[in-house]
């Protein structure tokens, strides 16, 4: 999608997961022409890419966006397939302008504007928010003897399950 030329938002969101969403609901509350951008293809955010058995860490009851309590048991600890569907259902909720796949490229300041260069077009916007998480980007510190390691090393944004692991020695 191409925006067209003389369309300016007053808010580009940049992320659709857990904290782009929240923005979303804010801004609909204020009557400003906004709209979500996400590089994922569906909903869920970095929940999309976490390991198949991962859970939030706090009950359901502290971890809700604004506007729509987590559903269920409030001293349960949601499962990932659960929070999936909370984001789905919360997006389609609020009906939030998320539009997907978007990559953003690049954000540059254009006098009073910015244009937001994407896979899918400019996007103009008179303010930006970044919304985006930290999995795509996972640090993978320095130590002694890492370069000199044979066996796999994995940051916790790959892995997907222990069955990959099975029978081996894992620290």
């Not at 990932?80 to 998320?98: C, G, N």
């Not at 390691?149 to 020695?169: C, I, L, W």
């Amino acid at each position: 999608m191409v925006e067209p030329e003389n369309t300016v938002h007053d808010v580009v969101v940049i992320g659709g997961g857990q904290a782009g969403l929240s923005v979303g609901y804010y801004l609909r509350r204020t009557g400003l022409n906004y709209v979500i951008l996400d590089g994922q293809s569906e909903p869920g955010g970095a929940w999309l890419h976490g390991w198949d058995s991962l859970q939030l860490f706090s009950p359901a009851q502290w971890s809700s966006l604004p506007g729509w309590l987590f559903p269920g048991k409030h001293d349960r600890y949601p499962t990932r397939a659960e929070v999936i569907s909370y984001l789905t259902q919360y997006e389609e909720r609020y009906q939030l302008p998320v539009l997907r796949p978007v990559q953003v490229k690049s954000v540059t300041r254009v006098g009073a504007e910015f244009e937001i260069g994407t896979t899918k077009g400019v996007f103009k916007s008179r303010a930006v928010v970044s919304a985006t998480g930290s999995w795509q980007n996972p640090f993978i510190p320095d130590y002694p003897g890492r370069d000199e390691f044979e066996g796999v090393q994995m940051h916790s944004a790959n892995y997907r399950s222990p069955t990959e692991f099975d029978g081996k020695t894992v620290m």
